[in-house]
Structures are given as C-alpha cells and as structure tokens.
C-alpha cells in the first residue's frame, strides 16, 4: 500500500494521482491523503506546525499571495473528506473529477464544482450533504493527514510514500494516459528510491534569463 | 559527451565523478566544468550574476558563514585549472586525487594539499607551477564555465547536462566502487531525464522534528 499525498490546487498532484489511477488495475494499491501546501509553506510553520488550516474559517479569504489557495484548498479537502465516507471507489472517483473538473476544466474550487463532481460520480448525494454537515469530524480527519504528512516531512504534492516508508515527491509535466507508460514511471520512481545508491534528488536544472556581464 | 559541473567543496559532486570516472572506460565520455556554489547562491546574484567569484581575490575571507567556502573553492578551481592544460587523463587525474584528498581524507582545500595532489598524480609539476602564474587566464577559463553553467540553470553539484541540453542535479548519498552499479545509477539517471513524462523532479522528503501540538 502506497500513500499518495496531494493538494486540489496542485496540477503536479493530478498527474500524480492519474499516474496512480492507472496502476490500481495493475495491482497497486494507494491510500489517498491530503496534505496542505499552504500550511505546509507558512511562514509561522518554520520551527513546527503553530498555523494549521484546519483552525482556520472556511471562508477566511488569505492575505498574503500564497494565501489565495487557503479557501479553495481547505474546501476541498472537506468535500472530499465527506465523499471519502462512502467507500474507496467513490473516493477515487470524486478525487480524479474534482481533479479533473479544476485542472482539465479550468473550473474554480468551489460549491458548484464540488456539487458536480459529487453528481458525475453518483455520490450518494443525500448522505454527502448529511457528512458535510459534520465540519468538525472531517477537519478531524484533515488534520490526522495533515499531521502524518509533517511526520513524514512532506513538503510538496503528489508525495508517494512506500511501503518500507521511503517517501519522496515526484514531479513530471505531462499527463500520463497509457497503462503501459504509467507503469514504466512508476517503476522509474521506485527504482530511484530503491536504488542502493540513496538517490536524494533528481532535479531538472531551468534555463534562466541571460545574467548580466 | 555529457557535461559534469562540480564545486570542490561538494561531497555530492565527488561521488558524481566518481560514477563518472567509473563510466569512463565503458564509453561514456564527460567533460569536466566548474560551478561554484558560493557565486550560484550568493545573495547579490538573485536577478543575475552581480557577485563573480573569479573577481575576487585569491586570499579573500567571505564574512557569512556560508562564504567560508569562497577561498577553498576558488583556489581548488584555479589549482584545477591548471592541470587542466596537461590534458584530459591528466584533468580527471588531478581532479579525482584533489577530491579524495578532501572529501575521504579530510584535507582542507589549501596549497599543501593541491601540491600532494599534482605530485601524487605525476603531473609536470614545473608547467603546473608556470600555468599558476597566469592568474587572468586561469580566472577565464573558470569564468566561462561559471557563465556557461548560468545560462544552463545549474543550481547545484554535481549537474550532469547531457548531448541532447537536458540537465539535471544528481545527488546521491553512497560512493559507488563498482562500475556496474554505475551504470545501473546512470542508466536510472538518464531514462528519468528522457522518461516522455517530463519528469522534472524526484526528491526525497525527510523526516522532521515533531510538530508542535
């Protein structure tokens, strides 16, 4: 069982977790979690989590730039926290059309979105509306990701945790819809971590703007 | 031939020569270029090069704490630099035993240990001594390295830029002796690079301290 974790607003996540999607015919199994990039990136978080997201409102509107992802992200994390109430394929299912409905879509993190992608997978949408309700069990269960997620050190999403614990976030820029071709970066990103060498990072260097002479 | 950009002063760097090295008589081909460290993270150089390394004098005290590797790194680059006109095999030669000196027997980058270096690897100590004396050529030579890595992205050691332009930071934690596990971390290395997927980073998260309740 491998962990994945990821935030709604980050497309690396996406590809990530359409990666994962693919492999869970071919006999992989994944855990969805949910990790917070921006209590992950806050600047009262350097020395321990003191901001959680889970404290905060869920209309509170984020000051600083970075912020901008706070209401979208903790409001997707609890309409996925209810949906998740209903089993694993609705799970998988309302991740990858949330997911999908934002990043593919160009759809905003919000109610109508949540809404219909709680439609599109045939949720049980009585129950969900009834689960939503429950704000402070889902941001209960929020937070017991969000708490793993900083034991472990995850700092950036899709982060995929193996069995044996090694974990490491793994970035590519193009989504993956052949099996076949998921199969080989899974494969890729597992040779990396089991390597023997202790592969740290593989980091792609980017041209920058000509310096100055 | 594949570029390899190093700093002296990294340990990362020298096992990436040290799988470069082992690659070497199985047909891969490197050449050897500098980066430095200090100039790449200086806080004078975030909107492009301001700060050169090779503008400062070979005696200099960087004051922050991170500066402290200024005077080593430059005057293992300029030392390499000279061995670096007594040809290729001589280059790797110098550069490998100026590595080990450091990073295995803990000599500091200094004169004594450049000299045993040279020595050790048979270079003609007298030309090596003669190329020294021509200080603004040395310092070209390093300069075009450092601005050929600017323009690449390098941001750290040891970054591999392959024929095809693709280059990336390569870190790993054990020295690898055995040139088949070499080339099992290169061909690893290179088939991430060229996976179709993008794949732009692949890093390990690290556990951190417990979180503040």
């Known amino acids: 069982m491998t962990d994945i974790f990821f935030d709604f607003v980050c497309p690396y996540a996406w590809r990530g977790l359409e990666m994962a999607a693919l492999l869970r015919p071919q006999g992989e199994s994944f855990r969805l979690r949910h990790f917070s990039l921006v209590e992950g990136n806050h600047p009262d978080n350097k020395d321990g989590l003191n901001w959680r997201i889970t404290d905060q409102p869920a209309d509170a509107d984020g000051g600083e730039e970075y912020m901008q992802y706070q209401r979208p992200s903790l409001n997707a994390f609890l309409a996925a926290q209810a949906a998740y109430r209903q089993g694993e394929e609705a799970a998988w ?50 937070r017991a990701d969000l708490d793993a997620a900083a034991e472990i050190g995850v700092f950036g999403t899709p982060t995929f945790v193996l ?37 740290a990072t593989i980091k792609r260097a980017k041209h920058r703007p000509a310096h100055r002479q």
Not at 108 to 135: C, G, I, P, S
Not at 175 to 199: C, E, F, K
């Open 93 to 142: 299912n309302f991740t990858l059309a949330l997911y999908r409905a934002h990043h593919e879509q160009k759809r905003e993190l919000e109610e109508a979105t949540f809404t219909q992608a709680a439609q599109e997978v045939r949720l049980n949408l009585e129950q969900w509306q009834r689960d939503r309700q429950d704000a402070a069990g889902l941001r209960r269960s929020l």
């Open 163 to 199: 069995d044996d614990g090694s974990a490491a976030y793994y970035r590519f820029e193009n989504l993956v819809r052949d099996p076949d071709r998921a199969r080989q970066l899974w494969t890729l990103y597992t040779n990396v971590l089991h390597s023997g060498a202790g592969i």
